[in-house]
Nanobody, 124 residues
């Protein structure tokens, strides 16, 4: 089992920045890829970014490319999502998720464990 705890959400004005953290505990040696997803009211959960623990390869949704940066600290078993140039359409609950086996990284069902989510609100 892997437990995930997100933090760092909040209210920010358009153009501002936030950094989200996802701290993992439990069977961290089994982690393959950590992903960030978001879900706005009335919308489906969508992929934001992902990073592989081995090699650090990262992936981004087109909507956040160039504005968001995903990174990891292996010693702390923590993944970060630095969000710059935030827009009102970035408003959502942000979730981190962990996959421990299999291929794929953009679909929610690619992942095995989920955090509780953290709210990000961007005002115009």
């Amino acid at each position: 089992q892997v437990q995930l705890v997100e933090s760092g959400g909040g209210l920010v004005q358009a153009g501002g920045s936030l950094r989200l953290s996802c701290a993992a505990s439990g069977r961290t040696s089994s982690m393959l890829t950590t992903g960030w997803f978001r879900q706005a009211p009335g919308k489906e959960r969508e992929f934001v970014a992902a990073i592989e623990w081995s090699g650090g390869i990262n992936y981004y949704a087109d909507s956040v490319k160039g504005r968001f940066t995903i990174s990891r600290n292996s010693a702390k078993n923590t993944v970060y999502l630095q969000m710059n140039s935030l827009k009102p359409e970035d408003t959502a609950v942000y979730y981190c998720a962990e996959k421990v086996y299999g291929l794929g990284y953009v679909r929610p069902y690619d992942y095995d464990y989920w955090g509780q989510g953290t709210q990000v609100t961007v005002s115009s």
